[in-house]
């Protein structure tokens, strides 16, 4: 049973970082797709970053356009983790944070909730002065 992680959450102030991170277990396959997804109260759940990986090898690396210049999508294989680096954050980043696991996707649905099959509980990142 794939199980996924996340820790990292936090409040900080507008233009600060923060780094999320989404430990998985209990998956064996060669071929990962992993997504960072965000949902603020009253919102959609929106697809943040993904990263489709076979071994060591990135088959998919992408960015939301929301997002895209200030947070870095990154892996640590040995470690089964999957990073989200956030910096420059402002207002509209205050979301609850959950990672996203499937044996695949592609560039039209790594960003639909539907792609995948595990999910996280989710980690709540606020931005706020």
């Known amino acids: 049973q794939v199980q996924l992680m996340e820790s990292g959450g936090d409040s900080v102030e507008p233009g600060g970082s923060l780094r999320l991170s989404c430990v998985e277990s209990?998956?064996?396959?060669?071929?990962?797709?992993m997504a960072w997804f965000r949902q603020a109260p009253g919102k959609e759940r929106e697809g943040v970053a993904v990263l489709y990986t076979l071994g060591e090898s990135t088959i998919l690396s992408k960015l939301s356009n929301s997002v895209k210049g200030r947070f870095t999508i990154s892996q640590d294989s040995a470690k089964n983790t999957l990073y989200l680096q956030m910096n420059g954050l402002k207002s509209e980043d205050t979301a609850m944070y959950y990672c996203a696991l499937n044996d695949y996707c592609g560039t039209s649905n790594w960003f639909l909730s539907r792609t995948y099959s595990a999910w996280g509980q989710g980690t709540q990142v606020t931005v706020s002065s």
């Open positions: 209990g998956y064996t396959q060669n071929k990962k797709c």
